[in-house]
C-alpha cells in the first residue's frame, strides 16, 4: 500500500525554524517528484513547492509566498522528503500535506497520493 | 500566476441530485486541469487528472471535461460520501495554483 506520513509539525514562535518530514513506502520513492501544499485553517488549498525526480534533474520550485524562506529536499536511500521552514510567520499556520506527484504522457502533472497532514502553528 | 476560479462557491443538493461545479482559468492551460475532493478533516483525494481523465479507483460517477479556460466537473448522482469541498488545480505552469473550493452541502 502506497502511503506518506508527515511529521515534525507543533507550535513555533515567528522567526523561527521548523524541518517538516514525509515518509513514504509502498513504491519507489526515487521515481517520482514530491510536493508539499498548505491548507490555513478554514481556508483552500496553497501549492508550497515540489522537488523532481533525480531523472528530471531534482528541479525544485517553490511558491512566491516561501520563496527563500523555505527549502524542499529528498533523501531516496531513505524515501523521505523534507520541508525545512525557516523566518516562519504566523501566516504560515496551516496543515501540511505532502503529495507524490505523478505524471501522465510526460507533461501532465498530478498529485494522486496525499499524506494526512501535520498541522504547523507559528504563534508568540 | 495562473488564477482558478470556481462556482459556485457553495451549493446545496439532495443525494441522487446531478452536480457541476466549474472552474475558470485566467489564462489557456490547454488540459492541464485536476479535480480534488476533501471530505471534512481529511486530506483531500484526487478524482480527475488532465482535465477528463478518471483516476484509477474513483467511481464512474464523476466526469470532467473541458479545455482551455473552462472546465468541469460532473458527479451524476450524488453519494452521502460525496458531501465535500471540490478544489481544481492548473499544472500549466508552475507555480500550480488551485481554486477556491466549492462546497456541496446536504439540502
Known amino acids: 500500500e502506497v502511503q506518506l506520513v508527515e511529521s515534525g509539525g507543533g507550535l513555533v514562535q515567528p522567526g523561527r525554524s521548523l524541518r517538516l518530514s514525509c515518509t513514504t513506502s509502498?513504491?519507489?520513492?526515487?521515481?517520482?517528484?514530491m510536493s508539499w501544499v498548505r491548507q490555513a485553517p478554514g481556508k483552500g488549498l496553497e501549492w508550497v513547492g515540489f522537488?523532481?525526480?533525480?531523472?528530471?534533474?531534482?528541479?525544485?520550485e517553490y511558491a512566491a509566498s516561501v520563496e527563500g524562506r523555505f527549502t524542499i529536499s529528498r533523501d531516496d536511500s531513505k524515501s523521505i522528503a523534507y520541508l525545512h521552514m525557516d523566518s516562519l510567520k504566523t501566516e504560515d499556520t496551516a496543515v501540511y500535506y505532502c503529495?507524490?506527484?505523478?505524471?501522465?504522457?510526460?507533461?501532465?502533472?498530478?498529485?494522486?497520493?496525499w499524506g494526512k497532514g501535520t498541522t504547523v502553528t507559528v504563534s508568540s | 500566476d495562473i488564477q482558478m476560479t470556481q462556482s459556485p462557491s457553495s451549493l446545496s443538493a439532495s443525494a441522487g441530485d446531478r452536480v457541476t461545479i466549474t472552474c475558470r482559468a485566467s489564462?489557456?492551460?490547454?488540459?492541464?486541469l485536476n479535480w480534488y475532493r476533501q471530505k471534512p478533516g481529511k486530506a483531500p483525494e484526487l478524482l480527475i487528472y488532465?482535465?477528463?481523465s478518471l483516476q484509477s479507483g474513483v467511481p464512474s460517477r464523476f466526469s470532467g471535461s473541458g479545455s482551455g479556460t473552462d472546465f468541469t466537473l460532473t458527479i451524476s448522482s450524488l453519494q452521502p460520501e460525496d458531501f465535500a469541498t471540490y478544489f481544481c488545480?492548473?499544472?500549466?505552469?508552475?507555480?500550480?495554483?488551485f481554486g477556491q473550493g466549492t462546497k456541496v452541502e446536504i439540502k
Open positions: 503529495t507524490r506527484e505523478n505524471e501522465w504522457q510526460r507533461y501532465y502533472y498530478y498529485m494522486d497520493v
Open positions: 509502498g513504491f519507489t520513492f526515487g521515481d517520482y517528484a
Open positions: 522537488i523532481r525526480s533525480k531523472a528530471s534533474r531534482g528541479v525544485i
Open positions: 489564462q489557456s492551460i490547454s488540459s492541464y
Open positions: 488532465a482535465a477528463s
Open positions: 488545480q492548473q499544472s500549466y505552469s508552475t507555480s500550480w495554483t
